[in-house]
Nanobody, 121 residues
Framework: HVQLVESGGGSVQPGGSLRLSCEAPGYTASAYCLAWFRQRVGQAREGVAGIGTGGVSRVAESVKGRFTIARGKDNYSMNMQMNSLKSSGTAMYYC?????????????????WGEGTQVTV
């Protein structure tokens, strides 16, 4: 079992920035895809950004140009820089890991999850 720990959430004014981080202390196994999802109250969890082992990344159309995802030095670490935040960005943000190949956008395709960090804009 892999425990993912998110950090960096908080409250910010519209137009502000936050940087979310995700780590899995003590784990060294490979992880093909690291991703961020978010879930607004009363809505389904949606993909925000993902990055594969080769550094190829994608972000949702709704955050393109404002959010950037990057992997850290460890297999399970990554961060996401969120700029020009909008009120629609208010949500619980979750870190997710997929061990096998592929970097899909559906939550069901990921193997491990963090408990989430709240972002309020």
């Amino acid at each position: 079992h892999v425990q993912l720990v998110e950090s960096g959430g908080g409250s910010v004014q519209p137009g502000g920035s936050l940087r979310l981080s995700c780590e899995a202390p003590g784990y060294t196994a490979s992880a093909y895809c690291l991703a961020w999802f978010r879930q607004r109250v009363g809505q389904a969890r949606e993909g925000v950004a993902g990055i594969g082992t080769g550094g190829v990344s994608r972000v949702a159309e709704s955050v393109k140009g404002r959010f950037t995802i990057a992997r850290g030095k460890d297999n399970y670490s990554m961060n996401m820089q969120m700029n020009s935040l909008k009120s629609s960005g208010t949500a619980m943000y979750y870190c997710a890991v997929r061990v096998n190949s592929g970097c899909p956008t559906q939550p069901a395709d990921f193997d491990y999850w963090g408990e989430g960090t709240q972002v309020t804009v």
